[in-house]
């Protein structure tokens, strides 16, 4: 495919785990996994838009871009479109939305997900889904579910167990459904910049208050988003002390290695 850029939001100001771009993971800050994870993927750039001086100045001296953007962005998406705006990127340049918590995050999706926006040219947007595993994240609200139509766009996406799989739960969640496939959505995005500049103005959505899914906002809007099934199982997110150790005992690293 043609080149795409990656931009990544980080904050210091993490609720579950304060500094979590700094802390270290191979004897090195997390944000600079990520970075070298965005490079690997055959990006023409990487960005790391932060709020926060000591994470600007941690990327700078691992070798890559960084640029300070408004503390009060609301999300990280708002912080992408202050990116996009300032370096004057075209309005048909694709943009991969990775975040800085996820350093085990193969390159390969990042390609992937780029690549599903430049091929349906009805979407704005493309996200990337896999198939649930687990039966105990059907009702985990932090594992968001998603439905499609037949042509790949997402349908809805939830915090619940969609679709609701009527006579198979009718005694319970303790399994999944037999023969039927629920899908968990995966927080990468690609966007074209002529959108994010038009995302940027649209109205909040109820849907997106309820569920505090950003993406809702986009489907509540009346645009359409793409979802193609990921091509590898991608590798732990960070949110929690707790993700971070899993992380920390699958490398056999002790105190951050």
């Given at each position: 495919?043609?080149?795409?850029?990656?931009?990544?939001?980080?904050?210091?100001?993490?609720?579950?785990?304060?500094?979590?771009?700094?802390?270290?993971?191979?004897?090195?800050?997390?944000?600079?996994?990520?970075?070298?994870?965005?490079?690997?993927?055959?990006?023409?750039?990487?960005?790391?838009?932060?709020?926060?001086?000591?994470?600007?100045?941690?990327?700078?001296?691992?070798?890559?871009?960084?640029?300070?953007?408004?503390?009060?962005?609301?999300?990280?998406?708002?912080?992408?479109?202050?990116?996009?705006?300032?370096?004057?990127?075209?309005?048909?340049?694709?943009?991969?939305?990775?975040?800085?918590?996820?350093?085990?995050m193969p390159a390969a999706l990042l390609s992937q997900?780029?690549?599903?926006?430049?091929?349906?040219?009805?979407?704005?947007?493309?996200?990337?889904?896999?198939?649930?595993?687990?039966?105990?994240?059907?009702?985990?609200?932090?594992?968001?579910?998603?439905?499609?139509?037949?042509?790949?766009?997402?349908?809805?996406?939830?915090?619940?167990?969609?679709?609701?799989?009527?006579?198979?739960?009718?005694?319970?969640?303790?399994?999944?459904?037999?023969?039927?496939?629920?899908?968990?959505?995966?927080?990468?995005?690609?966007?074209?910049?002529?959108?994010?500049?038009?995302?940027?103005?649209?109205?909040?959505?109820?849907?997106?208050?309820?569920?505090?899914?950003?993406?809702?906002?986009?489907?509540?809007?009346?645009?359409?988003?793409?979802?193609?099934?990921?091509?590898?199982?991608?590798?732990?997110?960070?949110?929690?002390?707790?993700?971070?150790?899993?992380?920390?005992?699958?490398?056999?690293?002790?105190?951050?290695?």
């Amino acid at each position: 495919m043609s080149g795409f850029r990656v931009v990544i939001p980080a904050r210091y100001a993490s609720t579950r785990l304060p500094g979590k771009p700094l802390r270290a993971i191979a004897g090195r800050p997390m944000i600079l996994h990520v970075c070298a994870r965005a490079r690997e993927s055959g990006a023409k750039q990487v960005v790391v838009a932060t709020d926060d001086q000591r994470i600007h100045a941690a990327v700078v001296a691992g070798g890559f871009e960084a640029l300070m953007t408004d503390p009060a962005h609301p999300s990280g998406t708002d912080r992408i479109v202050e990116v996009v705006e300032r370096l004057a990127w075209e309005d048909d340049a694709i943009v991969v939305n990775l975040q800085g918590d996820e350093p085990a995050m193969p390159a390969a999706l990042l390609s992937q997900v780029a690549d599903t926006l430049e091929t349906h040219l009805q979407a704005v947007m493309a996200t990337l889904g896999a198939p649930l595993q687990r039966a105990a994240d059907l009702a985990d609200p932090n594992v968001v579910k998603l439905v499609t139509d037949r042509a790949g766009h997402a349908l809805y996406f939830s915090r619940a167990a969609i679709p609701w799989y009527r006579d198979h739960f009718a005694s319970g969640m303790e399994s999944l459904p037999d023969a039927h496939v629920v899908m968990r959505h995966i927080g990468l995005y690609a966007y074209r910049v002529g959108f994010l500049k038009t995302y940027a103005g649209l109205p909040v959505s109820p849907l997106e208050q309820a569920e505090s899914l950003e993406q809702l906002r986009v489907l509540w809007n009346g645009y359409r988003i793409a979802v193609r099934a990921a091509s590898e199982e991608p590798g732990q997110g960070v949110d929690t002390p707790a993700d971070l150790q899993r992380i920390l005992d699958e490398m056999g690293c002790d105190d951050g290695c």
